[in-house]
């Protein structure tokens, strides 16, 4: 099994690529016993032979052995920061110069962070639709991760982005080994939608 992990962070060291990281840990452990080969793809380092592609229309050697990871990997996690309200141009750039085939039907685990919560919805109204567009499966989780998120430093977060992180590995785990996530606890009692309605409706 084969993960690929894309990373659009511009500093180093950098959260973004620190929550990358922690994202392929929570899915490699819930991948216990199928042993994923993981591989990094830092997009910093890859601005300008990406900037050439656009040009050129061809990607180098370096470039296409990133696009090709992607392409054969059974699984992605995609992480960029948000600027402007959305995701880096780098980012989209590379993206752009991938096969519009490429991800079609491969699960995909969409993150980002940025310097306040109130950028989290660019998951939504951005990158989710920008994978969908690409024929991807995107899992239901998103993680985005703000500045407070990182409460114990920048080796620990909190207990909240903890949570997300691990909730959204599983679901990608759960997509690549074909595992369909409980819906309720075992035993739980499933009321029928048809008693639940009647519920509500006003007693005459």
């Known amino acids: 099994m084969k993960l690929a992990v894309v990373t659009a962070g511009l500093t180093q060291p950098s959260s973004t690529r620190l929550l990358a990281d922690r994202l392929a840990e929570a899915a490699v452990r819930r991948l216990a016993g199928h042993e994923p080969d993981v591989r990094v793809i830092e997009l910093r380092e890859l601005a300008v032979d990406v900037a050439n592609a656009f040009v050129t229309g061809f990607p180098n050697a370096r470039l296409r052995a990133a696009l090709d990871a992607v392409t054969e990997a059974d699984g992605l996690v995609a992480v960029t920061p948000i600027f402007s309200g ?4 780098l ?9 519009n085939t490429a991800l079609t039907g491969k699960p995909v685990l969409i993150a980002a962070t940025g310097g306040t919560a109130r950028h989290s919805l660019a998951l939504e109204h ?15 989780t998103a993680v985005y991760a703000a500045a407070e998120d990182w409460g114990g430093g920048q080796d620990a977060f909190t207990d909240g982005l903890g949570e997300r992180v691990e909730r959204a590995a599983g679901e990608l785990a759960g997509l690549l080994t074909h595992r369909v996530p409980e819906a309720a606890d075992a035993g739980e009692e499933v009321v029928p939608f048809e008693e639940q309605l009647a519920a509500l409706r006003p007693k005459r």
């Open 91 to 99: 980012f989209k750039s590379f993206f752009d110069v991938l096969d």
């Open 126 to 140: 951005a990158l989710r639709p920008l994978f969908a567009y690409l024929r991807a499966v995107v899992v239901p």
């Open 86 to 89: 959305s995701y880096s141009g």
